[in-house]
């Protein structure tokens, strides 16, 4: 096994940082690794918003409810961006590419883009030693984030990352077993390799040593999915010019 499988497979979500901010250097590394992640087409279509300002970092925590928002090395927000492909057209030129630029292939293209950077820079970041956890909550309030990132038409946040010197070192949370997600030539019903994996997951909440509780994955899934969230996610998407057709 070599170092980068290593630093993959070692991955766990850190919370907790210390007041350490990331230097100019390892920011333009981690960036620079992201760039060098596959893009649909060549059309890299994606930006990241390095957050440094403290008054927005404050008001990203209280939208998220993660007060490592506010506290940690630095802060990424992850935007899909077809605006890049607009800046040089026409107005004839961006009616004739409107069709495309408001569909789901590309809103899809363009958040797969953004992923695949995104991972990239935090397999970066951990081969660096720092930690990383990415902020899905943003979402809890886009229209806000978008506002206060002052993103164009065609560019909408996706998600955070918070990087920085680790000050803890939780557990590893398990993962599902390869059967419940690798098949080949064709699906295959799992029921039994998800029903092993909540008797190992229960185990571990159990164990740990931290929040410890009686749960499986299975249970917070139909908890999830059981109460409307962030059901404005839609219109903002598509106020932006994105998955309209």
């Given amino acids: 096994m070599n170092d980068t499988i290593e630093t993959i497979l070692n991955h766990r979500s850190i919370r907790k940082f210390t007041d350490k901010t990331l230097t100019r250097e390892q920011i333009e590394t981690i960036i620079q690794a992201a760039q060098q992640a596959s893009t649909s087409s060549y059309m890299m279509a994606y930006s990241i918003i390095g957050v440094t300002d403290s008054d927005k970092k404050k008001e990203l925590a209280d939208i998220t409810g993660q007060a490592y928002v506010q506290h ?5 927000i992850f935007c899909a961006d077809l605006h890049h492909s607009t800046v040089k057209a026409t107005e004839s030129d961006y009616q004739n590419m409107l069709p495309n630029l408001e569909n789901s292939e590309h809103f899809l293209v363009a958040s797969v883009d953004a992923a695949l950077a995104a991972q990239n820079a935090a397999i970066s970041a951990e081969s660096l030693g720092l930690g990383i956890c990415f902020i899905g909550s943003i979402r809890n309030h886009l229209k806000r984030v978008d506002e206060l990132l002052h993103l164009p038409n065609h560019v909408i946040p996706l998600f955070g990352m918070v990087i920085g010197e680790p000050a803890h070192q939780p557990e590893q949370k398990p993962r599902f077993p ?11 019903e799992h029921a039994q390799s998800i029903e092993a994996f909540d008797q190992t997951l229960q185990a571990y ?8 509780r009686l749960d499986s994955w299975s249970d917070q899934m139909i908890r999830k999915f059981s109460v409307p969230k962030r059901m ?3 219109d903002l998407i598509q106020s932006k010019g994105f998955n309209k057709r």
Avoid at 72 to 76: A, I, K, Q, S, V
């Fill in 72 to 76: 940690n090395g630095h802060l990424l």
């Fill in 205 to 212: 909440y159990h164990d740990r040593t931290t929040n410890a």
């Fill in 178 to 188: 390869l059967h419940a997600v690798y098949f080949e030539n064709g699906y295959k």
């Fill in 232 to 234: 404005d996610v839609t």
